[in-house]
RNA sequence: GCCCUCAUCGUCUAGUGGUCUAGGACACCGGCCUUUCACGCCGGCGGCUGGGGUUCGAAUCCCCAUGAGGGCGCCA
C-alpha cells in the first residue's frame, strides 16, 4: 500500500504551531515510509476562507521546510485540491445524491421563521425543491444508523463508540457546500489517503467520518490523534501565552531549523536534543509519540535556538540573518558587504544570545559609522578623566602593529594598569567608546574583530565630541 | 449534562513487572570562569495524582476516584 498522508488546513488565519506540528508529522510519517505528503485547502466555509490567510500557510510550511508533493499550487493527478474548487467540479454532490438515493440520508426544510428548526424530512428531490422555492432552507443530512463505531487509533488502540450519542449530520449545507465531516471523508477517499493523522480534537469526528464511509462502502484509511498543544495554564495555546502563529516566532527572530527541531521534540523523545528532523526521518515512529496534552515552552524553544545559531556554519548563520532582515528591518541589508569582517563579526555576537533579533543589537554597532550611544553608555562618556584614559587608549592601539586577538589584549590591559582607574571601568569605559553599548561581546575580540582602523576612529569621534 | 482521551520533577521526556534510594534536557538556585552580558563547566532543588486490587515484587497490569484536555455547529 502507498502510504499518502495529508494536512488540510482551512484557510481562516495563520498557520499555529499546533498545524505546524501537525504538518511535521505528517511528512515524517510520509517520508519515512516512502510515501506522498498533500496538502489540502479546506475553503468550505465561504465567509472565512481567504486568498490571502492560503498563501501565508503555504509560505509558513515551506519556511518549516515542509514541501508537499500534491497541492493546490503544484498539482497532481487527484486535484483539484482546493474544496472550493471541487464543490464547482459536482464531486460532493454526486456522493451526497448517492446516499440520498440509498435512503441513508435525506433532505431536512427547516421552518421559515426558525431556520434551526426541522420542519420535514424527505428524501424526494422534487417535495424539497418545491420547499426551496418557498424560501425554506434545505440541507442534507446523513441518518446515524444504530449500533456501534468502532476504530484502531493508531496512538490510542481500539475506540468505541455508541451511535446513540451522535445526532443526524449535516452534510451538505443550505448554501450547497459540504460539510467539514463530509468533505473530508470523500476527499480521503478519493486522495487515496492511507492514513490521517491529525489533531486530537477531531477524535469524536472520527466516527462520525466513519459512518459515512461505510454508508458509501468505502474502505477507511488508519486513523492517529495527537495531542494539542497547551499553554502554560493548561487552556489551549493562544494569544495570550504569547505568540502562537508560525510568523510569530519567525519574526521573533527564531530560525526555522530550530523551530521544527522543538516542534519534533514536543513528543517525541529523543537521546540528542538538539537535531535536524529532517535527517532523523528513519528513526520516527508514530507509534512512539507522547499522547497527552503538551504545553508550549517558549524558554525551551530559545534555547534550542540558541543551540542551532552556535553550531552552524557562520555563512548559513549569515543567510538566515539577512533573510530575516529583509523580511523585518529596511536597514543592515548592506552590512555584508565585506563578508569576512561580516564573519568575524558575527562569530563574536552569536556566542552571546539565543535569537535573531538579539543578535540584530548586538551586530548593529559593529557594522555603522559610528554607533549611537544607548542611555547608560552616555552615562559612562559624561565621567571625569575619560579623555585622558581614551587618549592613552588611542596611543596604545595606535602603536599596535601586530594586530591579534592577543596582543590587543595584552597592550589594553597594560594601558589599563598604568590608570589610575579599576580594569573594570576603564574596560567598560573602552567598550562603550567602540560600541556604544554597555553590553556587547568580548572587548579584546571586539577590538580585534573591528580592527585597528575603525577602533582608533571611533575612539577620535569620542575625544571630538569631548574636546568641543 | 452526555461522549471520548490522557495522567512520571514547574515544563518536555526516559522508563513497557525486579537493573528505580526513578535517568536526561529546559527553567530555577548556588559555584567556577570573567572586562560587561552571555556561552561553557561543576553542583543543587525537584516527580511516579490518590485509593483499592493482581503479584514474592508495581512508576510499569486491572478497577475506582480525582484532575486535565477534547468533542457534542449549516466552523473546520
New binding site residues.
Partial sequence: MTVRVRF???P?GYLHVGGARTALFDWLFAKKNGGKFILRI?????Q??TRESEESIMQDLKWCGLYWDEGPDVGGIFGPYR?SERVSAGIYEEYANQLLEAGMAYY?I?ELED??RILKRTTSEKEANKYRQKGH???VNFKTPNGKTVFD?I????????NS???DL?IV???G?????F??VVDDHLMKISHVVR???????TPKQIMLYEALGWEKPKFM?I??I?G?????LSKRHGGTSVDYFRSYGIIDKAFVNYLA???????N?IFDPFKKIESFDLH??????????Y??L???N??HM?SMPVEELIEKFKSWLEGNYSKGLGWFENIEYAEKVMEICR????NLKALKDFVEPFFVERPIPTQDAKKILDLPYVQSYLLSALGAIKMLNNWNVKNV?RVI?TVAASENIS??KF??LL?VALLG?????????SIYVLGKERSLTRIQYVLNDISK
Wanted: proline share 7%; net charge neutral.
Fill in positions: 488540510a488546513p482551512s481562516t479546506e475553503d468550505t466555509d465561504i472565512r476562507s474544496q431536512a427547516y431556520t434551526k432552507s434545505i440541507t487509533d496512538a490510542k488502540g481500539k475506540m468505541e463508540f455508541d450519542t451522535f445526532e449535516v449545507k443550505s448554501n457546500y459540504p460539510t467539514y465531516n468533505a473530508v489533531g486530537e480534537d477531531h477524535l469524536t469526528n490523534h495531542p494539542l497547551l502554560p495554564d493548561k487552556t489551549p521534540l514536543l513528543g517525541w523523545g529523543v537521546e536534543e512512539r509519540l507522547s499522547s497527552k496534552p503538551v504545553i508550549f515552552d524558554a525551551k530559545e534555547w534550542i540558541g543551540q552556535r556566542q552571546k544570545v539565543n589584549e590591559r580594569k573594570k574596560f567598560q567598550r553599548q554597555t553590553v556587547t561581546p568580548g572587548l579584546f575580540e
